[in-house]
Each structure stands twice: as structure tokens, then as C-alpha cells.
């Protein structure tokens, strides 16, 4: 009889089992979200889950010629919780990440811009942590970067975000 019920809850286990398993790469990643500061965000994107394995904004196809100062050509990437915000037209939540990267006139990498939000990070400025990274992942400055904020606030209506 004790055996008969130990079988029905191991099998019970399996299909939740085989769920954990499957989301087991996303929910670890997501579970290992660097600190806002320093080196760890740019260890994250290059090194734990690189970003460039990351989907582009929904329905961007690659680079395309910017309109600000981020460079000539532009790429936005974007991480799992960032692209289901993106797709649903809905303010990014904490742990989203986007990253652009900026591109000189003849088509190479100068520079990545990307924003993390982290919950109670900056709440006057959307909660986003901003950095400036080198094409290597090189901290060129990160934090509640005063140039960064002064032009996205134009568009605090959509949670800072440019593109739509
Ligand atoms: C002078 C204005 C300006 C400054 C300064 C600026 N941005 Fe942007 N940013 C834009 C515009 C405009 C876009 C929309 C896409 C485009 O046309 O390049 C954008 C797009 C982005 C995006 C893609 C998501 C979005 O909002 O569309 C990220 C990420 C980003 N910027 C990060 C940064 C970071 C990090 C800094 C500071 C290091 C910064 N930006 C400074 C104007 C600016």
C-alpha cells in the first residue's frame, strides 16, 4: 500500500517536472538578473545570456539609419520580458533590457546605449538604469546617466522609450 502511494506522487511530479525542465535555460537566466552598477550589468549581456542571441524590437529586420545621436545605423535588441512588453504595447517591467547599438557611417560598432529597468532603482526617472558600453563590453559610464534622461524624458509617457 505505501509503495502504491509513493508511485502515484512520483508520477504525479513528472509533467510538472518536465515543465521545470523546459523553462529550466529562461527561468535561470532570468533568476541570475545583474545588480544595477559596475561591471555586472555588462558581464550579463556579454558573458551569462548574450544579448547577441537576443530577438531585435518586434518587426525590426536589422540595422536601420537612426534619427539621434546614437550613431549613423542603429540595432535595438531586446530580452525576453522586454520583447512580450514590446509586443503587448505595455510599459517594460523590471528585468526588462533593451540595447542598442550604435553604428558609425560605414557600418561599424562604436557603441552600445542599453536600459535595464530595476524596480526602485530610479523611480523619478522610470526606474532604467542607462549605460554607455564599448563594443566589448568596455563600462564607458552606467548609472542614472544625466544625458541619457534629459532626452528620453520627452517620451516619460511611454515608459522613456522611443520606439513604438
Ligand atoms: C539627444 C537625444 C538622446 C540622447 C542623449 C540619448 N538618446 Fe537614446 N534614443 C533617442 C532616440 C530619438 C531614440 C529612438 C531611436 C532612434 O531614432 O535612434 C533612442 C533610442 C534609444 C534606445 C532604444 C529604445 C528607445 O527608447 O527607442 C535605447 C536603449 C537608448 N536610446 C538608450 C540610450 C542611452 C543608454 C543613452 C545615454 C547613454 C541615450 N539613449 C541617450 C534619443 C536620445
Known sequence: MKCKIKAVHWLALVPALSLVMAAGPALARQDKLPPAGGQAFSDYIFKTDPYAKWPLWPGMKGMYQGKSPH??????????????????????????????????????????????????YNPAGGDWYWTKLGPQGKVLAEGKLKGCLRCHEAVKSTDWVFTK
Open 71 to 120: 550613431g549613423k545605423y542603429v540595432q535595438i535588441f531586446v530580452n525576453q520580458l522586454a520583447l512580450e512588453a514590446a509586443k503587448a504595447g505595455k510599459p517594460m517591467p523590471p528585468g526588462a533590457i533593451i540595447i542598442k547599438e550604435n553604428y558609425d557611417d560605414e557600418k561599424n560598432l562604436v557603441a552600445l546605449t542599453p536600459m535595464y529597468k530595476v524596480k526602485g
